[in-house]
């Protein structure tokens, strides 16, 4: 009760206790071996960094275009200079057409960006909850929480529930509470 308690916290002592023991108590970390190829996870940073950015420039956007313009120069700024993670970028470029447009519609809809990379922390059944949210978009007094996925994610169902192990989005709910409705 005396630690903050993470999504990735729990997901890791749920997963592999021994992992948990080495990183959050003996706080022994792995040694990365350099790699050629860059690691899916590396992306996904640098997709994030470029979303935080746009959104931290703009709130909303009026066109499709105008968005995806804007969308592709922070992606260019976040890119490694490899011809490979040139590649790995246009990819996710193309990626991201469907939630250029998406993104479109929510804004029409009077939802715009209110916060990026948030971090928060709250009180939850005499434990501290905390997590770094990735955009909260609002609406008057409503609040929608989003997560970016580049990756693999976990899908739960009747069937598998009682094996799940990613709490994220319970978590980021609990969180961003005190924010609206």
């Known amino acids: 009760k005396d630690k903050k308690l993470s999504a990735t916290r729990l997901k890791t002592f749920l997963t592999c206790k ?16 350099p790699k050629d190829m860059p690691q899916e996870f590396e992306i996904g940073l640098d997709v994030h960094k470029a979303l935080e950015e746009l959104y931290t420039k703009h709130s909303s956007f009026d066109s499709v275009d105008t968005l995806k313009k804007a969308l592709h120069v922070e992606l260019d700024e976040a890119c490694g200079e490899s011809e490979l993670d040139k590649y790995w970028i246009a990819i996710q470029k193309r990626n991201l057409d469907k939630f250029c ?13 209110y916060k990026c990379e948030e971090r928060l922390t709250c009180n939850f059944a005499g434990m501290t909850l905390e997590g770094s949210i990735d955009r909260i978009d609002k609406r008057e007094n409503e609040i929608e929480v989003l997560d970016y996925k580049t990756g693999k994610y ?10 799940a192990t990613d709490f994220q989005l319970e978590f980021y709910y609990l969180l961003a509470g005190g924010l609206g409705n």
């Open 18 to 33: 021994r992992k948990y023991y080495y990183k959050y108590v003996q706080k022994t970390y792995n040694h990365d071996i």
């Open 101 to 113: 447009e998406v993104d479109i519609q929510r804004f029409a809809e009077d939802w715009e960006v």
């Open 154 to 163: 976990p899908k739960y169902t009747e069937k598998n529930f009682t094996e």
